[in-house]
């Protein structure tokens, strides 16, 4: 059975910092691309960021370019979001998800809040 479990959200003030994990069981880690997506507060769910298994990254989202790094670690089968210099736009439930495409596999965490407030 597949899962991804999220951790590390909570409140934070207007410029600080979070690390984001995500602890994957089940899978060959190796094969997926793991992402960050959110969801904020009366939003469509958005890309966040993406890595592959080889650590290349990609960033969809503008406003989070600079302050929110993805990263990887396929030994111990995580995925990490260090987000700094954190914003009240910032708040969201953050998710994990892992993807390959070639088989058609998909799976979700369950999430994380993240509050971004004074």
């Known amino acids: 059975q597949v899962q991804l479990v999220e951790s590390g959200g909570g409140l934070v003030q207007p410029g600080g910092s979070l690390r984001l994990s995500c602890a994957a069981s089940g899978l060959t880690f190796s094969r997926y691309v793991m992402s960050w997506y959110r969801r904020a507060p009366g939003k469509e769910r958005e890309l966040v960021a993406s890595?592959?298994?080889?650590?290349?990254?990609?960033t969809d989202t503008d406003s989070v370019k600079g302050r929110l790094t993805i990263s990887r670690d396929n030994v111990e089968n995580k995925v990490y979001l260090q987000m700094n210099s954190l914003k009240p736009e910032d708040t969201a439930v953050y998710y994990c998800?892992?993807?390959?495409?070639?088989?058609?596999?998909?799976?979700w965490g369950q999430g994380t809040q993240v509050t971004v407030s004074s």
């Open positions: 890595i592959t298994s080889a650590g290349v990254r990609t």
């Open positions: 998800n892992a993807k390959w495409v070639a088989v058609g596999a998909d799976y």
